[in-house]
């Protein structure tokens, strides 16, 4: 089992910038990957970046050169650097926790970030 909880979501205006954390606790030795995703009412969750165990990433092309993902193994922790803001950026952020194998995966309860214009 893998518990995910994230953080840093809040109110911004647009332009502004946001880092989002994403802790990892349980069964961290399992965890190949973890990504951000994103969920804006009304909308399809959208993956946003990932980042594999070895530092490998990923990114989808609606944010990309606006995110940065990394990760500080020794806290099982995962950021999401976000920069320059838009209103239509408003959404619930989940960090999710992908297993090894057969292990599945393991989703935080969000944060939500807001963006005002």
């Known amino acids: 089992q893998v518990h995910v909880v994230e953080s840093g979501g809040g109110l911004v205006q647009a332009g502004g910038s946001l880092r989002l954390s994403c802790a990892a606790s349980?069964?961290?030795?399992?965890?190949?990957?973890m990504a951000w995703y994103r969920q804006a009412p009304g909308k399809q969750r959208q993956m946003i970046a990932e980042i594999t165990d070895s530092g490998a990433t990923d990114y989808s092309y609606f944010m990309r050169g606006r995110v940065t993902i990394s990760q500080d193994k020794a806290k099982n922790t995962v950021y999401l650097q976000m920069n320059n803001l838009k209103s239509e950026d408003t959404a619930v952020y989940y960090c999710?926790?992908?297993?090894?194998?057969?292990?599945?995966?393991?989703w935080g309860q969000g944060t939500l970030v807001t963006v005002s214009s």
């Open positions: 349980g069964s961290t030795d399992n965890i190949k990957a």
């Open positions: 999710a926790a992908k297993g090894k194998g057969t292990m599945g995966d393991y």
